[in-house]
């Protein structure tokens, strides 16, 4: 499995004894936009610091694996590589326990409970992708609620649209530490997708943090 990644330049620990540490940083800076029909989005760049460090002992140390789903009446390859961690589960680094908990720190007051599961997924080169989707699977169908995401690796575009189709109504390119939080009824109300890029595009490991019952 290849995983060569082209460091950040912007992803360098500074002096001190903590020289390279690899841990969420502070969440004074999120910034908030309103997406309508109750729907908004949290954004946070390069918030987890030694990025590319995380990046490559997810890569290693994860036990990544392949799926097959059926998809108009055949059995195709789910294009990227997945891994989930369930409530109580431990999480494959110190740094993903870190971000939870400051996560359920800043947000648990507003979401009324805690994220308790971590899915992941390893974009490995601009073939993989995720197509457009809301997690509406359990009670993201028809509540209110949160799903925050962790990039690291290389930015891919993560793209946002109003249900139903349309035109793209917001482009984030996310990776080497950078944070979105999906809140409101933008799971019910809106769509989101990583699409395939013909640009050179190296591997990205999305860390998606939820909630009891959202998936």
Known sequence: MSHALQGSLFDQAGPGPEAGAVRPGSLD???RTVLGDGAWVDVLRGWVSGADELFARLATDVPWRAERREMYERTVDVPRLLC???RGRPLPH??????RAALNERYGPELGEPFVTAGLCYYRDGRDSVAWHGDRIGRGAHEDTMVAIVSVGAPRDLLLRPRGGGRTAARYALGHGDLIVMGGSCQRTWEHAVPKSARAA??????????????
């Open 29 to 31: 800076g999120v910034r």
């Open 84 to 86: 989930h961690y369930g």
């Open 94 to 99: 110190p740094a993903l326990d870190a971000a």
């Open 202 to 215: 190296g591997p990205r490991i999305s860390i998606q943090f939820r909630p009891r019952g959202v998936l």
